[in-house]
């Protein structure tokens, strides 16, 4: 039996590596420039590029690449060799300090929503020196941001630092406001959950919806779904185990802390959890996570869906990003200390999150939206696409005494006094869990729910540091002028409470009278699709406060919009299309093939007995015949609708007529063909159902 321990981490160049086979001074110049963000000169590249290199090809590596993540939502790399030709006509293996630090990819494939256009045609990445180079198969991985030669960026990594940026600047205000001096930085940390589905790939094989768009567009529901919720930390059958088995160490070798993994409620669904990190490491290690359970996948005959909607009326996938923030030192700022000095830093931080989510729900609902979410938010699942906050019943109390200003009468009595005023102390409350808020404190951290599985969990956080980095600049532009500390301390804990308190619920997310409580008493937003949200990116609101953090420029922004709008559009197309080919090449046949035999049937059962009143055949026929002139209307129609679109004036013009029209009649069409299905001899039915899809896996 290997030892994890002997293994994990063993493809990368990590800390252990760097200290290992760098010089003493090298090795901390760079630490410098991980840590505290310090330049890298070139000598010191060109030190840790030879490092990195013979380290690399001792482990088998024969190229490199510069791995980055473009707005499409996967990673891109492109492989260059080491080798360089020697003058006695052999080649030598070389990497230069330059080569790691700048790359130039053909950027003109990568979306890139008008920017290259307006600045510079070529794109560039460059290393960043916070995630750790890895090897994949014979190839070392350099993790790099991609942005234009006008210094744009093109992909979510860079917003990404800017935010995390942006996030350490303000709390560190704070901290210092508050006489933590030491504190060099702060950082976040994030956990993010990722269900999954798993299919056989055989089955796979024979779904052209599924192939082409991940997910299924027609299928009528199982005689067996999840009503019985038996899957659930069920027994994992044998399959799927020897799965997880390789998966965990493919992923432990990559220094990925895979940590838990059950099943999920669905049949077919299961989820993995790797223990928290960095947000920007945590991020790098989520898309290779989603990499690596697709090519483990395929080695044991099976294919993971990551799409957050893949079956009909059976829950969608989502992925939980668990968030805290912490101090170098190891200070988790969103734990309620042990004494009441602590605990009010802690209400302050907790406040900037309340306050940030609240001013903000937009962006968040944003962040995660995408055609595939959109099934799962604002639909009839859970989380909806109202942004709430769970805080759980002693925590609800203490800031409801603040407000109020009374004592709190929580377990602990002891109180403090702060200035004039009163500051409850209080313990950390671990054991109240709400499993249905869109945005829930968990004791000593956030877990943000509404991200979808198969998206960069980038977006969302960009948008979270910003915003939470925007109320602690207000907190601290005030603090810092401030004659009574104390005073202006309580008075905006307890402003910030009264201001923001209807965005907290406590109650149950799924439940039909919270969203009409959220949106008519409390004036919460609800948008429930892509193109409802994704204009709102360019509000005047969050352009001001995106771009005063730095974190995007007003281009990178409607770039972005413009990008995000694209997606939405062209993947609902993808699956129009998909349909259109599906009743037309594979359903209408099937049914048609079904009537005939029906007809032959009929017509020999009256050449034995005419006198039969009830004929089951010709019944059957009636219905299916009908059905299947709805199928053809119905395809005609979302056909008709399809080519609207072309007279699009433009992306959000294009967008919105998909969300009125298009799914509309995509809905229609799969309702005839789901109703065939179940009326049409199994062995004519052209490929798998749902069935079959998800109790395949043994
Ligand atoms: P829960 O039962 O609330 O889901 P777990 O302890 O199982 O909590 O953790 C779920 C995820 O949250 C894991 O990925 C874990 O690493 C992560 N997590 C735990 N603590 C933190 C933290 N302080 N910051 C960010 N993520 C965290
Ligand atoms: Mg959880």
Same mark, same amino acid.
């Given at each position: 039996?290997?030892?994890?321990?002997?293994?994990?981490? +063993?493809?990368?160049?990590?800390?252990?590596?760097?200290?290992?086979?760098?010089?003493?001074?090298?090795?901390?110049?760079?630490?410098?420039?991980?840590?505290?963000?310090?330049?890298?000169?070139?000598?010191?590249?060109?030190?840790?590029?030879?490092?990195?290199?013979?380290?690399?090809?001792?482990?088998?590596?024969?190229?490199?690449?510069?791995?980055?993540?473009?707005?499409?939502?996967?990673?891109?790399?492109?492989?260059?060799?080491?080798?360089?030709?020697?003058?006695?006509?052999?080649?030598?293996?070389?990497?230069?300090?330059?080569?790691?630090?700048?790359?130039?990819?053909?950027?003109?494939?990568?979306?890139?929503? /008008?920017?290259?256009?307006?600045?510079?045609?070529? /794109?560039?990445?460059?290393?960043?020196?916070?995630?750790?180079?890895?090897?994949?198969?014979?190839?070392? +991985?350099?993790?790099?941001?991609? +942005?234009?030669?006008?210094?744009?960026?093109?992909?979510?990594?860079?917003? &990404? &630092?800017?935010?995390?940026?942006?996030?350490?600047?303000?709390?560190?205000?704070?901290?210092?406001?508050?006489?933590?001096?030491?504190?060099?930085?702060?950082?976040? %940390?994030?956990?993010?959950?990722?269900?999954?589905?798993?299919?056989?790939?055989?089955?796979?094989?024979?779904? @052209?919806?599924?192939?082409?768009?991940?997910?299924?567009? =027609?299928?009528?529901?199982?005689?067996?779904?999840?009503?019985?919720?038996?899957?659930?930390?069920?027994?994992?059958?044998?399959?799927?185990?020897?799965?997880?088995?390789?998966?965990?160490?493919?992923?432990?070798?990559?220094?990925?802390?895979?940590?838990?993994?059950?099943?999920?409620?669905?049949?077919?669904?299961?989820?993995?959890?790797?223990?928290?990190?960095?947000?920007?490491?945590?991020?790098?290690?989520?898309?290779?996570?989603?990499?690596?359970?697709?090519?483990?996948?395929?080695?044991?005959?099976?294919? +993971?869906?990551?799409?957050?909607?893949?079956?009909? /009326?059976? $829950?969608? %996938?989502?992925?939980?990003?668990?968030?805290?923030?912490?101090?170098?030192?190891?200070?988790?700022?969103?734990?309620?200390?042990?004494?009441?000095?602590?605990?009010?830093? =802690?209400?302050? =931080?907790?406040?900037?999150?309340?306050?940030?989510?609240?001013?903000?729900?937009?962006?968040?609902?944003?962040?995660?939206?995408?055609?595939?979410?959109?099934?799962?938010?604002?639909?009839?699942?859970?989380?909806?696409?109202?942004?709430?906050?769970?805080?759980?019943?002693?925590?609800?109390?203490?800031?409801?005494?603040?407000?109020?200003?009374?004592?709190?009468?929580?377990?602990?009595?002891?109180?403090?006094?702060?200035?004039?005023?009163?500051?409850?102390?209080?313990?950390?409350?671990?054991?109240? @869990?709400?499993?249905?808020?869109?945005?829930? =404190?968990?004791?000593?951290?956030?877990?943000? #729910?509404?991200?979808?599985?198969?998206?960069?969990?980038?977006?969302?956080?960009?948008?979270? $540091?910003?915003?939470?980095?925007?109320?602690?600049?207000?907190?601290?532009?005030?603090?810092?002028?401030?004659?009574?500390?104390?005073?202006?301390?309580?008075?905006?804990? #307890?402003?910030?409470?009264?201001?923001?308190?209807?965005?907290?619920?406590?109650?149950?997310?799924?439940?039909?009278?919270?969203?009409?409580?959220?949106?008519?008493?409390?004036?919460?937003?609800?948008?429930?699709?892509?193109?409802?949200?994704?204009?709102?990116?360019?509000?005047?609101?969050?352009?001001?406060?995106?771009?005063?953090?730095?974190?995007?420029?007003?281009?990178?922004?409607?770039?972005?919009?413009?990008?995000?709008?694209?997606?939405?559009?062209?993947?609902?197309?993808?699956?129009?299309?998909?349909?259109?080919?599906?009743?037309?090449?594979?359903?209408?046949?099937?049914?048609?093939?079904?009537?005939?035999?029906?007809?032959?049937?009929?017509?020999?059962?009256?050449?034995?007995?005419?006198? *039969?009143? #009830?004929?089951?055949?010709?019944?059957?026929?009636?219905?299916?015949?009908?059905?299947?002139?709805? *199928?053809?209307?119905?395809?005609?129609? &979302?056909?008709?609708?399809?080519?609207? &679109?072309?007279?699009?004036?433009?992306?959000?013009?294009?967008?919105?007529?998909?969300?009125?029209?298009?799914?509309?009649?995509?809905?229609?069409?799969?309702?005839?063909?789901?109703?065939?299905?179940?009326?049409?001899?199994?062995?004519?039915?052209?490929?798998?159902?749902?069935?079959?899809?998800?109790?395949?896996?043994?």
């Amino acid at each position: 039996m290997k030892k994890v321990s002997d293994f994990f981490g +063993c493809k990368v160049f990590d800390d252990r590596v760097m200290k290992a086979n760098l010089s003493a001074k090298v090795y901390q110049s760079l630490r410098k420039t991980i840590d505290e963000g310090a330049k890298l000169d070139i000598g010191v590249a060109n030190a840790v590029a030879a490092a990195m290199k013979d380290w690399a090809v001792y482990h088998g590596a024969t190229h490199y690449t510069h791995w980055f993540q473009p707005l499409t939502g996967v990673t891109a790399e492109k492989h260059d060799s080491f080798i360089s030709p020697s003058p006695d006509g052999g080649v030598i293996m070389e990497f230069s300090g330059k080569e790691l630090i700048k790359g130039e990819p053909d950027a003109s494939s990568f979306p890139s929503g /008008g920017l290259r256009a307006t600045f510079e045609a070529r /794109g560039y990445t460059a290393w960043d020196p916070t995630s750790y180079a890895f090897i994949k198969g014979n190839t070392l +991985c350099i993790p790099t941001a991609f +942005c234009s030669y006008g210094g744009e960026a093109l992909d979510k990594k860079t917003p &990404l &630092l800017r935010s995390m940026e942006a996030l350490n600047k303000q709390a560190i205000r704070i901290l210092h406001l508050f006489g933590n001096d030491d504190v060099k930085c702060v950082r976040t %940390s994030v956990g993010p959950e990722q269900e999954y589905f798993l299919i056989t790939k055989e089955m796979y094989e024979q779904r @052209r919806d599924i192939r082409f768009t991940g997910r299924t567009l =027609f299928g009528a529901k199982p005689p067996k779904g999840q009503e019985m919720d038996d899957h659930y930390f069920g027994v994992i059958k044998p399959r799927v185990a020897a799965y997880m088995e390789e998966l965990n160490e493919e992923l432990w070798k990559l220094g990925i802390l895979a940590k838990t993994e059950h099943n999920e409620v669905a049949p077919a669904q299961h989820e993995l959890a790797p223990i928290y990190t960095t947000t920007n490491i945590a991020t790098d290690h989520n898309q290779l996570t989603m990499e690596i359970m697709q090519k483990v996948a395929a080695k044991h005959g099976l294919v +993971c869906l990551l799409h957050e909607k893949p079956f009909a /009326g059976v $829950n969608g %996938s989502g992925k939980h990003n668990n968030w805290s923030l912490a101090t170098d030192g190891g200070v988790n700022l969103l734990s309620p200390g042990e004494t009441p000095y602590e605990n009010a830093q =802690f209400l302050l =931080f907790l406040c900037a999150v309340i306050k940030a989510v609240d001013d903000y729900q937009d962006l968040l609902r944003l962040s995660v939206a995408t055609a595939g979410n959109d099934h799962r938010l604002g639909a009839n699942e859970a989380p909806p696409a109202v942004i709430s906050i769970f805080l759980g019943e002693e925590l609800n109390a203490v800031l409801e005494a603040i407000e109020t200003g009374t004592p709190y009468a929580g377990t602990e009595k002891t109180q403090m006094k702060l200035g004039v005023d009163v500051l409850p102390k209080f313990n950390r409350d671990t054991t109240d @869990r709400n499993r249905t808020s869109p945005f829930a =404190f968990t004791g000593n951290k956030f877990e943000f #729910r509404m991200l979808g599985s198969s998206n960069s969990i980038a977006c969302a956080n960009i948008m979270l $540091n910003s915003a939470v980095a925007e109320s602690l600049k207000i907190y601290a532009d005030r603090l810092e002028k401030a004659e009574n500390f104390e005073d202006v301390l309580h008075e905006m804990i #307890r402003k910030t409470i009264k201001d923001h308190k209807h965005i907290i619920f406590n109650g149950n997310g799924y439940d039909d009278t919270w969203i009409k409580e959220a949106v008519e008493r409390r004036g919460l937003l609800n948008y429930r699709t892509t193109p409802d949200c994704m204009p709102h990116l360019l509000d005047e609101k969050n352009v001001r406060m995106l771009t005063s953090h730095k974190v995007f420029s007003e281009a990178e922004l409607k770039s972005r919009c413009e990008i995000m709008l694209e997606n939405y559009c062209k993947t609902v197309l993808i699956e129009a299309n998909t349909m259109i080919d599906m009743a037309k090449t594979e359903i209408a046949p099937a049914v048609s093939a079904y009537v005939l035999e029906l007809a032959n049937t009929a017509v020999a059962k009256k050449a034995v007995d005419d006198s *039969i009143s #009830r004929n089951y055949e010709t019944e059957l026929m009636k219905k299916l015949v009908r059905l299947e002139e709805q *199928i053809a209307i119905k395809t005609d129609e &979302l056909e008709e609708a399809v080519m609207k &679109l072309k007279g699009a004036e433009d992306v959000e013009a294009e967008s919105y007529m998909i969300r009125d029209a298009v799914l509309g009649e995509m809905g229609e069409l799969r309702v005839a063909c789901d109703e065939a299905e179940t009326m049409t001899a199994k062995k004519y039915w052209p490929f798998p159902t749902y069935g079959d899809l998800l109790f395949g896996v043994k």
